[in-house]
């Protein structure tokens, strides 16, 4: 395959989803910095956003369309399902992450170490959500791995550094084991 570069910078988020995809699919890949906010930048993301990937010469955004290409790139393991209804509840998982999760959850405003209650209660509206969800299988959207965990991780454990494992985990037995099985994978360690 030619060569696989992911441009963003790694403590961003959606940059560590796009990075753990491709280690969970076994494809090489580089992470490159984004001169942020500059032409080239804008060249990669014309919103100016991470991540953005190349390869070769041709280059993706948005992090749903990354870890699309990179799952049909190469076969195992699938990240999107087997089954239409899988495919189905794996980006149903994906929108809330983007849509309901990203901002509560992971740019909380944390002031003399206390959260922004607003921000919090919609944080943990997903979170419990999730919990739920995890109460009844290993991984978020059945027995395997897929897209969804993938997204979520990286989220979580921001949104645990910000607000405490505390206040993440306590109450949430299911998510801690979760996170602590993600937290043990090679895709989570590599992109620290
Ligand atoms: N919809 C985009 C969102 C990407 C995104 O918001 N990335 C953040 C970093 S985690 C970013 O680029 N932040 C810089 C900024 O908003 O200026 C995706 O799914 O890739």
Not at 20 to 47: D, N, R, S, T
Not at 94 to 107: L, M, W
Not at 153 to 176: F, I, W
Request: negative net charge; aromatic residues 10%; contains cysteine.
């Amino acid at each position: 395959m030619e060569n696989v570069i992911i441009h963003g910078f790694a403590p961003s988020t959606y940059t560590r989803s796009a990075r753990m995809a491709a280690i969970e699919k076994g494809i090489e890949h580089e992470l490159v910095p984004v001169a942020y906010g500059k032409p080239e930048h804008f060249a990669l993301h014309p919103f100016g956003k991470m991540p953005a990937m190349t390869v070769g010469e041709t280059t993706t955004f948005e992090t749903l369309a990354i870890m699309s290409e990179l799952d049909d790139r190469s076969e195992y393991p699938t990240l999107f399902g087997t089954t239409p209804r899988q495919k189905a509840d794996i980006l149903t998982l994906v929108s809330v992450a983007v849509d309901y999760a990203y901002q509560p959850v992971v740019h909380i405003e944390v002031k003399d170490g206390k959260p922004d209650p607003n921000q919090l209660a919609a944080a943990d509206r997903v979170i419990d959500w999730l919990e739920a969800r995890l109460g009844s299988h290993p991984f978020l959207a059945g027995d395997e791995l897929t897209a969804a965990d993938l997204f979520f991780a990286p989220m979580l454990a921001y949104h645990a550094n910000q607000v405490g494992e505390d206040r993440a985990y306590k109450k949430r037995p299911c998510l801690r084991r979760w996170m602590d099985g993600m937290g043990g994978r090679a895709s989570f360690k590599e992109t620290a």
